[in-house]
């Protein structure tokens, strides 16, 4: 991303193929660490998506405040202090969209080449919002009955 100096955005806009629905964003980052001052970092990462497409990022898919200091981001699975893995689910649940973006704010300021670094951004599946019919619940819990009445009819038939 660009070195705007300490609190600014740089933004990334970007189409998919085709409309894609998402469920949130794996984001990786890399920043120079602890003894370059945690330079090339970012404090906060937001996604968009233009959903009705009318070239307007209306909807907030995902926003995180991020520690500069990725050591100390809580929910980071990197491996490495200065690297950011980090799973942030949809704020809106699924969302469908083709055309989206990300914004990175930058994290610190020690000069020179300041701007985030951002490695990666993954798309994470939609989350499944189906729930089982009222017939096919009810399905089940008739067979479970079934299921405890003939354990009770074989135990009781042990006794006779």
């Known amino acids: 991303m660009r070195n705007g100096g300490l609190g600014s955005i740089s933004f990334i806009e970007f189409a998919t193929a085709s409309p894609v629905t998402i469920g949130g ?47 100390l981001q809580t929910g980071n699975n990197a491996a490495l202090p200065e690297d950011l893995d980090l799973t942030i689910p949809s704020l809106v649940g699924n969302i469908t969209a083709q055309s989206w973006r990300l914004e990175v704010t930058q994290g610190t ?42 354990k009770r009819k074989q135990k009781a038939s042990k006794y006779v």
């Open 25 to 71: 964003v794996r984001l990786f980052a890399h920043n120079d660490g602890e003894y370059f001052g945690f330079r090339r970092a970012m404090s906060n990462f937001s996604l968009l998506a233009d959903t009705n497409s009318d070239s307007v990022f209306e909807t907030v898919v995902a926003n995180q405040n991020i520690n500069p200091n990725y050591a």
């Open 109 to 150: 300021d020690i000069q020179p080449f300041e701007g985030a670094r951002l490695v990666e951004l993954d798309a994470l599946p939609s989350i499944p919002t189906s729930v089982p019919e009222p017939t096919s619940v009810s399905g089940i819990a008739l067979v479970g009955a079934l299921g405890a009445w003939i």
